[in-house]
């Protein structure tokens, strides 16, 4: 039995997520990336971190197993600001390789890991082709049908469950975390063995700076998806 949480890092970057852990008390154990100077800086503080380069070359079942997979993929295809290719597109498609070795690293460990995954991306993830691309994400992840919202348009935080698993999400800005800019970010935490997303995601009913920020966001919960 484990007595530190573990953590895999897929499109790595400058290392954000695994410095969060770290922080946390959670060991961090592999990352993939292709940027030569991003890689140069995580491995400056993370030197015994594992790097795989391209998740495109790697199998989940073959990556060490861990507690947790973060990935904050490409959002370019994503976002308001770009042509809005959405996840066909080429960048932003990859959240689909992310997935898929999630997937192969719970067949390989007979569903035991990853227990936890947690992706990040802008906001525009949830209007990309009329929302149809989050719905797209939250199926792919819980691998069980999700209904369109009544209103047409996606809660800014929200829950659903199925298959045995739970994904809540939320978008926060970092503005009311202690950072002097504005940068809203969709969070989005699933739970492949429980009913603890919501509780990771919405635990503090306050953040830095701002209460009645947090508070909205804590109050707009979707319903429960069923089995799909």
């Known amino acids: 039995m484990r007595l530190v949480l573990t953590l895999g890092s ?3 970057g400058i290392a954000g997520f695994p410095l969060a852990a770290a922080g946390n008390g959670i060991e961090v154990v592999w990352a993939t990336e292709i940027e030569p100077f991003p890689i140069v800086v995580s491995k400056a503080h993370f030197p015994h971190m594992k790097h795989y380069g391209s998740i ?3 199998s989940g079942a ?4 861990v507690d947790i997979i973060t990935f904050g ?6 976002s308001i600001a770009g042509k809005r290719a959405g996840l066909e597109g080429e960048r932003s498609g990859l959240f ?5 070795t999630i997937r192969e690293m719970r ?25 149809a691309d989050f719905r797209a994400v939250l199926e792919e992840i819980l691998e ?14 929200g829950m ?5 698993r739970e994904i809540a999400w939320r978008i926060l800005d970092a503005q009311y975390w202690g950072v002097p800019q504005r940068r809203r970010r969709i969070f989005l935490v699933a739970d492949f063995g429980g009913q603890c997303a919501g509780e990771i995601l919405f635990k503090s009913e306050s953040v830095s700076g701002n209460i009645e920020e947090s508070g909205e966001a804590g109050e707009e919960i979707a319903g429960d998806v069923g089995t799909g």
Request: charged content about 20%; aromatic content about 6%; glycine content about 10%.
């Open 107 to 131: 067949e390989a460990t007979s569903g035991v890991y990853p227990r936890i995954a947690v992706w990040e991306n802008v906001p525009g993830a949830m209007s990309s082709n009329n929302g």
């Open 62 to 65: 073959e990556l060490e197993p």
């Open 96 to 100: 689909m390789a992310a997935v898929r």
């Open 73 to 78: 993929s490409p959002c370019q295809d994503l």
């Open 160 to 164: 659903v469950r199925g298959n045995g």
């Open 10 to 12: 897929h499109f790595d």
């Open 144 to 157: 069980a049908e999700v209904p369109v919202p009544r209103s047409g348009k996606w809660a800014s935080a």
């Open 56 to 58: 495109t070359d790697v």
